[in-house]
């Protein structure tokens, strides 16, 4: 591995952060541990309370992998133990923390996901279980007494629910407190989370000063937009592109974002540099490149890192096949006729469509049919019924497509 100077690891670890806390530590950090020959070690803590990771994980992520890049270690902590308290992080209401199985379950997938940006050998895999769960009640006091009531309201979203007469629950308040041990021991140099992770990160600042450790230097990364390119990409508001989904999806999802979020998705999830970013916005600006082709190639960047450049091609192909020149996909399902859908007179469409989940019923199937929305074989069809049954057809309702098969 080449090495680095402590400038070019400052200049590469910075790409793409909101929030160095603080620089002039980092530093002093780095140059020490290259004194003592030994790696950085950094921290990212995951609480396990989805069973898949999407694009905006894949922030963080890409960031840890930098720090691997430069040499240093990385620790995937996955929050076993937090994520039975909870992270309030953000919400309003208090968040049912999570059952042992469900927790069990998601973080098997979550170790299978992040190897398709870490590198597997560089990367530590904790749980922070380990040692919360093996803290006493009095530990737990002592560990409490470390931080006031008045900071932790302090918090933006405790602040709010506090004044607009939302409960608090005191487990709540113990989240913050947990990480921070997390950080005590582990004994990590720098902790990397989003920017809404920013309060949780500095008590982890001051908890591993008051245990007599060097306080960690924290990184947070932006919180990457959805698709609608204005809430903040969650599995639960549909906004979202994963990271195991199939490459057409993947592709066709990042398609769909607008052209100025098309740059931020440039910066924050792929190594292209800044000054490119830059130049790739003039070139649009003055004509030379089109924005859907700088799209389609962040598309491809993106899908050949979770699968591959093949799968990245053949997605773009078929992205151009379908939507670009509206042929028909290269996968779509092949089904039988369906039996009971062709009487005397032909092929009962109405019906067809309904039995093949491509309408709800036959009634909206008719409907779908007289508006022209449904083609066969590429041509438009107005007729409830086909009167020639052919061995083969494509059918097409919108995005949805079926090769039929007619039985022999």
Not at 44 to 55: I, R, Y
Request: glycine fraction near 8%; include cysteine; hydrophobic fraction near 40%.
């Amino acid at each position: 591995m080449p090495r680095f100077s402590i400038d070019e690891q400052i200049a590469y670890i910075k790409k793409g952060l909101s929030e160095l806390i603080r620089e002039e530590d980092l530093r002093e950090r780095l140059i020490q541990a290259e004194k003592e020959g030994r790696p950085l070690r950094v921290k990212v803590g995951f609480d396990p309370t989805a069973p898949d990771l999407h694009l905006g994980h894949s922030v963080l992520l890409r960031k840890m992998k930098h720090f691997q890049d430069l040499g240093h270690t990385v620790i995937f902590l996955i929050g076993d133990g937090t994520g039975k308290i909870g992270d309030p992080t953000g919400r309003n209401v208090t968040r049912p923390p999570m059952t042992r199985e469900e927790i069990e379950r998601n973080a098997e997938t979550y170790k299978q996901q992040v190897f398709k940006i870490l590198d597997r050998e560089k990367t530590v895999i904790q749980y922070n279980s380990q040692w919360l769960d093996a803290l006493r009640f009095e530990d737990l006091i002592r560990l409490c007494a470390k931080y006031t009531v008045a900071r932790l309201l302090e918090r933006d979203d405790f602040a709010k629910r506090f004044k607009e007469g939302i409960p608090i629950s005191v487990h709540e308040l113990l989240y913050p407190l947990a990480q921070a041990y997390d950080s005590v021991v582990t004994e990590c140099d720098v902790e990397l989370g989003g920017t809404d992770q920013k309060f949780n990160l500095l008590v982890g600042r001051e908890i591993q000063r008051d245990f007599g450790l060097p306080p960690q230097i924290i990184a947070t990364t932006p919180l990457l937009e959805g698709l609608d390119g204005v809430n903040k990409m969650s599995k639960s508001l549909g906004n979202y592109v994963g990271i195991t989904e199939p490459p057409e999806v993947m592709f066709k999802k990042l398609m769909s974002i607008s052209d100025e979020l098309m740059f931020r998705y440039y910066e924050l999830l792929t190594d292209v540099s800044i000054p490119e970013i830059a130049r790739m916005r003039e070139r649009i600006a003055g004509g030379e490149l089109h924005p859907m082709q700088a799209k389609m190639d962040l598309a491809r960047m993106i899908v050949t890192d979770f699968h591959s450049a093949e799968e990245a091609e053949r997605a773009a192909e078929d992205f151009d096949r379908v939507v670009r020149r509206g042929e028909a996909p290269a996968d779509i399902e092949t089904v039988p006729l369906p039996e009971g859908v062709v009487n005397q007179n032909g092929i009962r469409l109405g019906h067809l469509l309904a039995r093949l989940g491509m309408a709800p019923s036959v009634s909206e199937a008719t409907r779908k049919i007289k508006e022209g929305a449904v083609e066969i074989n590429g041509c438009r069809v107005t007729d409830l019924v086909l009167s020639d049954v052919p061995s083969e057809m494509i059918v097409q309702v919108g995005k949805k497509w079926r090769r039929v098969i007619a039985n022999s």
